[in-house]
């Protein structure tokens, strides 16, 4: 099975400061890779999808980059609504796997 | 608009049974690969099952093989998921969720419906 491992597993950073979140796939997955947003008692929003598009209706400050094992997740500028939990998966190979989720705050 | 409304969760016992519904709107149900997905509290994702269109294919992660069975019916535009020798490992929130290309790729969720095993 794939592994995701995401990093750090805590963020704290303030509103306006850019944020990037990194993901490690423990084996190749071309572009097979989503980011997702997750508030507190909510359902997770797809973000960015085949690790470098913008879903529709998904702010520009959002944007993911990255192809093969290792990808990356960016907040250009921190707004106060982006406290969530983020987390990326792969579904090039079964079973598809998440990352354990990047914990994102505001100070 | 996508909407994905499971319901079917509860309190069941070790070892017992239930079903999870998930009535989906707002696009052609038949044109897409369906998931589960659960979240044990405070845990993160973990995926269950998939469900091609026309229910030629059917995956599911290894813990639940055996246990858990995915289904469809098209005419009703809903998406099942039968769960018998529930285990206290069991208990999360389950997720329906659309698929936008083959297994995994998942661009609509569902709110969830919370499963609890427990004696």
């Known amino acids: 099975d794939i592994q995701m491992t995401q990093s750090p597993s805590t963020l704290s950073a303030s509103v306006g400061d850019r944020v990037t979140i990194t993901c490690q796939a423990s084996?190749?997955?071309?572009?097979?890779l989503n980011w997702y947003q997750q508030k507190p008692g909510k359902a997770p929003k797809l973000l960015i999808y085949?690790?470098?598009n913008l879903e529709t209706g998904v702010p520009s400050r959002f944007s993911g980059s990255g192809s093969g094992t290792h990808f990356t997740f960016t907040i250009s500028s921190l707004q106060p609504e982006d406290t969530s939990t983020y987390y990326c998966?792969?579904?090039?190979?079964?079973?598809?796997?998440f990352g354990q989720g990047t914990r994102l705050e505001i100070k | 608009e996508v909407q994905l409304v499971e319901s079917g969760g509860g309190l069941v016992q070790p070892g017992g049974s239930l079903r999870l519904s998930c009535a989906a709107s707002?696009?052609?149900?038949?044109?897409?690969?369906m998931n589960w997905v659960r979240q044990a509290p405070g845990k993160g994702l973990e995926w269950v099952s998939y469900?091609?269109?026309?229910?030629?294919?059917?995956y599911y992660t290894d813990s639940v093989k055996g246990r858990f069975t995915i289904s469809r019916d098209d005419a009703k535009s809903s998406l099942y998921l039968q769960m018998n020798s529930l285990r206290d490992e069991d208990t999360a929130v389950y997720y329906c969720?659309?698929?936008?290309?083959?297994?995994?790729?998942?661009?609509?969720w569902g709110q969830g419906t919370l499963v609890t095993v427990s004696s």
């Open positions: 969720a659309r698929d936008r290309y083959s297994y995994g790729s998942i661009d609509y």
């Open positions: 998966q792969q579904y090039d190979n079964l079973p598809p796997a």
């Open positions: 469900i091609r269109s026309s229910s030629s294919t059917i």
């Open positions: 707002g696009f052609t149900f038949t044109s897409y690969g």
């Open positions: 084996q190749h997955i071309s572009n097979s």
């Open positions: 085949e690790a470098s």
